[in-house]
């Protein structure tokens, strides 16, 4: 798959894929959309959690990863991160983009730049397990707190919003489990709905009107 970097308007890198013709984040700005979805709408839910089991689809750049690793070492939450990625991008890119939103420490560079997928590692609150994996072949029950659905959009990638994704990822969460996505398309919410999620829409980040949030309950 080629991609070649493209920086978006807060400043930030994202990846484009010409063959889809789609951006891994929003063009209006990967960290502030990043932030906003699975930061602010989705960890800051579990935040009086003692430990946190994340769930990604698309590990890609690892913006979404190290986030969360910034968030649990605030909070002084334990978390252990899963990471699912087919197509893996290469740790080069990933530390310039990293760099980009002013990530200076070389351990924390290295730490994410410098993945072994079916390895796990650790820093400070944060263990990563990056998986590589497509999403159709996961086989979890009840082991996640939240599910981070960065996929593609549907109108690039339509086979990554179906029935039975959502399915895989309905058994995944823990029983008050959460899932979180930037999409708040009509059908893709109908579609969480008929496996048992119970979705609520929320204000989206710029250039978004909403997003969604899906919860097991």
């Known amino acids: 798959m080629k991609r070649s970097l493209t920086k978006t308007a807060d400043g930030s890198y994202t990846l484009y894929v010409p063959e889809l013709d789609e951006h891994y984040h929003s063009i209006h700005g990967a960290l502030q959309e990043a932030n906003h979805v699975f930061?602010?709408?989705g960890l800051e839910i579990l935040s009086n959690k003692k430990s946190i089991r994340?769930?990604?689809m698309g590990l890609g750049t690892a913006l979404n990863a190290y986030l969360t690793?910034?968030?649990a070492k605030k909070h002084h939450i334990e978390v252990w991160y899963c990471g699912v990625e087919a197509y893996p991008v290469d740790g080069e890119v990933i530390k310039t983009c990293l760099t980009e939103i002013g990530?200076?420490?070389q351990d924390v560079l290295s730490f994410f730049s410098?993945?072994?997928y079916g390895e796990t590692k650790s820093l400070d609150h944060f263990t990563l397990a990056p998986i590589?994996?497509?999403w159709a072949d996961l086989s979890l029950e009840d082991s996640f707190d939240i599910i981070f659905y960065d996929a593609f959009g549907?109108?690039?990638q339509e086979e990554m919003w179906t029935i039975g994704n959502f399915e895989i990822a309905f058994k995944a969460l823990k029983s008050d489990g959460i899932?979180?996505?930037y999409c708040a398309k009509g059908q893709v919410k109908r579609d969480l709905k008929s496996v048992g999620f119970k979705v609520e829409s929320r204000p989206g980040p710029p250039g978004k009107r909403e997003m969604t949030v899906a919860f097991k309950s």
């Open 39 to 41: 930061i602010q709408n």
């Open 114 to 116: 410098s993945l072994y």
């Open 54 to 56: 994340v769930l990604e």
């Open 154 to 156: 549907p109108r690039a």
């Open 132 to 134: 590589h994996a497509f």
């Open 69 to 71: 690793y910034e968030w």
């Open 179 to 181: 899932l979180v996505t």
């Open 103 to 105: 990530v200076n420490k």
